[in-house]
Antibody
């Protein structure tokens, strides 16, 4: 059974960089699929942040592209998100996820709330 | 404003059939597969429909998806109280080079 678990600070100061890690168990991230991040501001809908293919190719939401970086660490079987220059608008539950061909999200982490505040 | 348009709410009584629409454009729904997700309160979304109409293992056949042109629909038959949730459609957008979601539809079982 594939499982994903997010970890990282729950509070980030404005203008700083948000960093999260997603630990994957039950599947090798180098074995295929896209691995990505999706966020959900409180009381709002889902927003795709970006994804990294098992080969290392990255795909980012154009609205966030200048601030986002997603990378794989195959030795630890996890992948990471960095979002720079955060503001209060980046406050959200951040989900890590596995995406198949055709971009369907078949596995989700439980989500982690990140609040941007001083 | 979401790229894919869903009604903000829908409702039905137990046993009824309800349909949720998802409207897009030629660069997303017409050109690519549509997926649907169910999000129960306080939980992560769940994979409900992929490739427009396919159900992952474990999803009841009460849930069905369809697509025509630039629109897609999710139908839930034999409505149950546990179906009360938010539902999201999603598709890849070729123009944006991005995965886009609908704004979500809150389903209430009366």
């Amino acid at each position: 059974q594939v499982q994903l678990q997010e970890s990282g600070p729950g509070l980030v100061e404005p203008s700083e960089t948000l960093s999260l890690t997603c630990a994957v168990s039950g599947y090798s991230i180098s074995g295929g699929y896209y691995w990505g991040w999706i966020r959900q501001p409180p009381g709002k809908g889902l927003e795709w942040i970006g994804s990294v293919y098992h080969s290392g190719s990255t795909y980012y939401n154009p609205s966030l592209k200048s601030r986002v970086s997603i990378s794989l660490d195959t030795s630890k079987n996890h992948f990471s998100l960095k979002l720079s220059s955060v503001t209060a608008a980046d406050t959200a539950v951040y989900y890590c996820a596995r995406l198949g061909t055709n971009w369907g999200v078949d596995y989700w982490g439980q989500g982690t709330l990140v609040t941007v505040s001083s | 404003q979401s790229v894919l348009t869903q009604p903000p709410s829908a409702s039905g009584t137990p046993g009824q059939r309800v349909t949720i629409s998802c409207s897009g454009s030629s660069s997303n729904i017409r050109s690519n597969y549509v997926c649907w997700y169910q999000q129960l309160p306080g939980t992560a979304p769940k994979f409900l429909i992929y490739r427009n109409s396919q159900r992952p293992s474990g999803v009841p056949d009460r849930f069905s998806g369809s697509k025509s042109g630039t629109s897609a629909s999710l139908a839930i038959s034999g409505l149950r109280s546990e179906d009360e949730a938010d539902y999201y459609c999603a598709a890849w957008d070729d123009s944006l080079s991005a995965l886009v979601f609908g704004g979500g539809t809150k389903l209430t079982v009366l």
